[in-house]
């Protein structure tokens, strides 16, 4: 049985991170094509470097640990695997790393990871717990001025190509298992992978409310990620 999840911030909600498009998220305040655009950074890069660089330092303090449901995926695959049941490969929408910490293997970041930086002239990455600035050197060039505040965060912003599609989009062809685990089915490509996926595979949404995507899923169960992930996989 080949095994695809997607995950979005409903996952890490109870982990203390906020989500985007939920009551306090992480939009509230902020106009979306400010903070997660190229043209954003290149009108305000001040603005976008303090908006990562807040949810970098969170993301960092000592509370923010992945949860149950993080840990029964880790499980899930741990076993999965071991016992050769078929492929796993967990597909996250998430920045925060919490799936890596769980233990999972298997993990592709399809919109980048927080921990991390590119350099905007030679696509180099870097992995980052500091803050970025306009004024950051390059960490292998620190005495060249031209190349400081080349570093911008390693993530996915609007118009921009996610991460690892054409693996992805082989694994949603090959799926027996698909489950997509609090995304709220807005945000494209990965809201289309479960129409990707074959009509014999099974398909499962969990998330607390419906989403534009609900219908495209043969369960649907709802409930937090926390509490109903470890249930399902147990
Ligand atoms: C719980 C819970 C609990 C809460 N338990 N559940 C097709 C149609 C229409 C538009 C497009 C299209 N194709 C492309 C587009 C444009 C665009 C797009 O999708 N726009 C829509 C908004 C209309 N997509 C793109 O631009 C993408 N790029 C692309 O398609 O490139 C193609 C291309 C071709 C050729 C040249 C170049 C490009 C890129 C999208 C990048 C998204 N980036 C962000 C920011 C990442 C960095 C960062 O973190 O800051 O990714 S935006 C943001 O949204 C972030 C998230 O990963 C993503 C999805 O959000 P998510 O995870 O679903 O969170 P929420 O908050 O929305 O939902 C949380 C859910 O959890 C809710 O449902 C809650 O109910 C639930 N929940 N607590 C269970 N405890």
Redesign the pocket.
Known sequence: MNVLILT????S??SGIP????AD?LWEGHAVEEV?TPQGFARNPDLVHEFYNQRRRALQQPNIQPNAAHVALADFERDHLAKDRGRFLLVT???DNLHQRAGSQNVLAM??QLLQARCLYTETIFDWTDDLSVDTPHPEEPENDSMRGCLRPN????????IGLSRIEQAAQAADLFIA??????????AGIVAQTPPSCRRIE????N?PASSAFDETIRG???DEVPQLLD
Request: charged share 15%; aromatic share 10%; net charge negative.
């Open positions: 979005g911030a409903g996952i909600a109870e989500t985007f498009r939920d998220g997660a929408q998430n920045i919109h980048g993530v996915v912003w609007f118009g921009e190509m996610p685990i609090g995304t709220s089915g807005l945000v494209y490509p990965a969990v998330n607390l409310d989403t937090k990620a926390g």
